[in-house]
């Protein structure tokens, strides 16, 4: 059984940090492309970032500069550095897995997802 597992969500004030973690257990997704979404109450769900096995990045436009995703293969994890949140970035963060090598940033072409960690940045 696929899981993704997120980690590392919370509240922080405005301009600080945080770090997500996306746990993949049930199988390998070494060769997977990964992304990060976000989705906030009213909201249609939101591309953040994704990363494909061998690195090649996409950023969001609302996140460029302030975010980072990065991966570990050997852990089957995937990682999103948040600095200098601001009180727009709250929302729930979904981690994605596509059966794929290719970088979308299209919800609907991941096929795995994760529970979501609530990310609340205030003023």
């Known amino acids: 059984q696929v899981q993704l597992v997120e980690s590392g969500g919370g509240l922080v004030q405005a301009g600080g940090s945080l770090r997500l973690s996306c746990a993949a257990s049930g199988r390998t997704f070494s060769r997977n492309a990964m992304g990060w979404f976000r989705q906030a109450p009213g909201k249609e769900r939101e591309f953040v970032a994704a990363?494909?096995?061998?690195?090649?990045?996409y950023y969001g436009d609302s996140v460029k500069g302030r975010f980072a995703i990065s991966r570990d293969n050997v852990k089957n994890t995937v990682y999103l550095q948040q600095n200098s949140l601001k009180p727009e970035d709250t929302a729930v963060y979904y981690c994605?897995?596509?059966?794929?090598?290719?970088?979308?940033?299209?919800?609907?072409?991941?096929?795995?997802w994760g529970q979501g960690t609530q990310v609340t940045v205030s003023s």
């Open positions: 990363i494909s096995w061998s690195g090649t990045i």
């Open positions: 994605a897995a596509r059966n794929s090598l290719v970088v979308v940033p299209t919800p609907s072409h991941y096929s795995y």
